[in-house]
Nanobody, 126 residues
Framework: QVQLLESGGGLVQAGGSLRLSCAAS????????LAWFRQAPGKEREFVAG????????SHADSVKGRFSISRDNVKNTVYLQMNSLKPEDTALYYC???????????????????WGQGTQVTVSS
């Protein structure tokens, strides 16, 4: 089992920044990829960014490239999502999730992820 705890969400004005954190505990050696997803009211959950622990590398959705950046602290078993130049359309509940299958690349489909956190709310005002 892997437990995930997100933090760092909040209310920010358009153009502002936030940094989300996802702290992993439990069987952290089983983590291959840790990713961020988001879900806005009435919309499907969508991939935001992910980082592959086993093979290395990361991936960002086109909608956030150049604005968001995912990074990892190996010692703290924590993954961060730095979000800059935030827009109202970034408003959503942000989740972190773990893909435990050892393979290269970063999967963007939610079905590939078996462990999920409870989410942290990000609200961007115009």
């Amino acid at each position: 089992q892997v437990q995930l705890l997100e933090s760092g969400g909040g209310l920010v004005q358009a153009g502002g920044s936030l940094r989300l954190s996802c702290a992993a505990s439990g069987r952290t050696l089983s983590i291959n990829t840790l990713a961020w997803f988001r879900q806005a009211p009435g919309k499907e959950r969508e991939f935001v960014a992910g980082i592959n622990f086993g093979y290395g590398g990361s991936s960002h959705a086109d909608s956030v490239k150049g604005r968001f950046s995912i990074s990892r602290d190996n010692v703290k078993n924590t993954v961060y999502l730095q979000m800059n130049s935030l827009k109202p359309e970034d408003t959503a509940l942000y989740y972190c999730a773990v893909d435990g299958t050892f393979r290269p690349g970063v999967r963007s489909d939610a079905g590939s992820y078996g462990y999920w956190g409870q989410g942290t709310q990000v609200t961007v005002s115009s």
